[in-house]
């Protein structure tokens, strides 16, 4: 990890993790009739990197966002510290959590520098670590441009500054490599590293599987809304996908290109 | 409640720094607004006190149509790249992003109408004002109540695909009364001697606007934080 990198994760060190584990437990959410997740359960701790894997429509942004609060459950319950209930305790959980979404969640009229210090001034953190996060995320030059004239990896990277800002004890991200280059990539699994180390619960959702090996502890596997596979990563997540599938949790998932293939598929109550 | 008043303030100067650099709802809404009023005033209003009596329609339905434009607006500035999901990620912001919306919304209407009252004015003829304060106080209570009620049902609607068109559909029969009072109220300070006394509709406006905000503010954290449960 870089000096910049070790002197801004530092920073989360005197925070303990408010949060050190999520339950999930039978979660189902439907939209409409169709469930887009179904009875998944599974629990994760504080100083795992967890991947989520799973076909396009699988349910994987879904259940990304019933754990960050912004979508509720519709049957089981999601529980942080087998206490915190998203329903219930949403509005204290969120100062607690971190997402990153396949969106940006930016103010593409504003700055980076201005997207950055609305989310420190809403979040309490002082203005002066907006400085260091856009020198982290090698935005310096462009910070005082709109947003709206980044590049698609230029505003993930912001995504992920927006995202740590209030250094959180659950980062959940959605895609976050999409559109990163390779030396982007490289920080944001440096980034993930420095989190897991610093007892830091890590979820990414994603379809590649070019994973440095070592950055993932577990794999979860959905498919058409089911949790089909939950497994430690031994070796690569290509491996470990591989191994899932040797199991029997394969089921239409052909890969090419380092990409799960693009199906649809929908449980139907 | 500092923290609230912090975030409020932090929210407001988002909206309005951003309208400052585009200038889209302030230039589109002026525009539109003036374009009503020319096609109100080209549409038969021919003799000076029938223009004279409908003045008052003229501006409430202007005001009225421009609004809806504006409540939309500033809605769909935050679904664009999701950053109303960011928003909702921070804890307790329910509260302070109605409030900041409903600020910047009353804010453009206001400065719209300070070119619409003019332009009603001048181009209906218009000399005589029983009040200025008061005409001034019937469209600040007219402006509140509208855009609470389009704030928060602008909130409500913004998962929604059809927006735009709902957005008016649901708003207008709600907020009739409100608009009405607004009418008469502006009509009889406008013609001091031919109608009732305008105090008597500004109360009703007030009652409307308790209303609309009590209902908005419990609404509101409802409308937008579960708009994506399915």
């Excluded at chain 1, 959605?174 to 890590?202: C, H, I, M, N, Y």
């Excluded at chain 2, 002026?30 to 329609?57: E, I, K, Y």
């Excluded at chain 2, 202007?62 to 434009?69: F, K, N, R, Y």
Aim: proline letters at 4%; one cysteine or more.
């Amino acid at each position: 990890m870089s000096e910049a990198q070790g002197d801004l994760l530092a920073g989360f060190d005197p925070h303990p993790c408010a949060l050190s584990s999520v339950a999930l437990r039978e979660v189902s959410i439907t939209f409409g009739r169709r469930y887009a997740v179904y009875r998944v359960s599974c629990s994760l701790r504080g100083g795992e990197v967890v991947a989520l894997l799973g076909d396009n429509g699988a349910g994987k942004t879904t259940l990304l966002r019933a754990m960050a609060s912004l979508i509720a459950p519709h049957e089981g319950e999601i529980r942080y510290d087998d206490a915190w209930d998203v329903r219930r305790d949403r509005a204290a959980l969120r100062a607690h959590l971190g997402l990153i979404a396949h969106e940006s969640l930016l103010h593409p009229e504003l700055s980076g520098r201005e997207n950055l210090a609305l989310s420190a001034a809403l979040r309490d953190v002082p203005t002066r670590e907006v400085a260091s996060w856009l020198e982290l995320t090698r935005l310096v030059e462009a910070a005082d441009r709109p947003v709206a004239t980044y590049s698609r990896g230029m505003r993930q990277r912001l995504s992920v500054a927006r995202a740590l800002l209030h250094r959180p004890s659950v980062v959940l991200c959605d895609e976050p490599l999409t559109g990163l280059d390779r030396r982007s990539q490289a920080l944001f699994w440096e980034v993930v590293a420095g989190l897991k180390a610093r007892g830091r619960l890590v979820v990414v959702v994603t379809h590649q599987l070019d994973v440095p090996v070592g950055a993932l502890d577990r794999m979860l596997l959905l498919r058409q809304g089911r949790l089909v596979a939950d497994l430690p990563v031994e070796g690569s997540l290509r491996d470990t996908l591989d191994r899932a599938e040797a199991r029997g949790a394969g089921g239409g998932d052909s890969r090419s290109g380092g990409e799960t293939s693009a199906s649809t598929a929908e449980v139907v109550r | 409640m500092r923290r609230a008043l912090r975030t409020w303030w932090a929210l407001v100067g988002r909206d309005l720094r951003i309208e400052w650099r585009s200038k889209e709802i302030l230039y589109t809404g002026g525009l539109f607004a003036v374009v009503l009023v020319t096609l109100f005033l080209f549409s038969g209003f021919q003799d000076r006190a029938v223009q004279a009596q409908a003045a008052p329609g003229v501006l409430w339905v202007s005001i009225a149509l421009t609004g809806t434009l504006v409540f939309g607006r500033t809605f769909e500035r935050d679904r664009e790249a999701d950053a109303l999901s960011g928003l909702l990620m921070i804890p307790g912001i329910a509260g302070p992003l109605f409030a900041a919306k409903l600020t910047t919304n009353v804010l453009l209407l206001l400065v719209i109408e300070a070119l619409l009252v003019p332009a009603v004015f001048l181009t209906f003829s218009l000399q005589h004002v029983g009040s200025w304060p008061g005409l001034m106080a019937v469209l600040a209570l007219g402006t509140l109540g509208f855009a609470t009620l389009g704030t928060v049902l602008a909130a409500a609607l913004a998962a929604l695909r059809m927006r735009e068109v709902l957005l008016p559909l649901v708003l207008y029969p709600l907020v009739i009364p409100l608009l009405l009072s607004g009418v008469r109220a502006t009509h009889a300070l406008l013609h001091p001697h031919a109608d009732g006394d305008w105090t008597d509709w500004v109360g009703v406006m007030i009652a409307f606007n308790a209303l609309f905000l009590v209902l908005a503010r419990w609404l509101f954290e409802e409308a937008v934080d579960h708009g994506e449960t399915g």
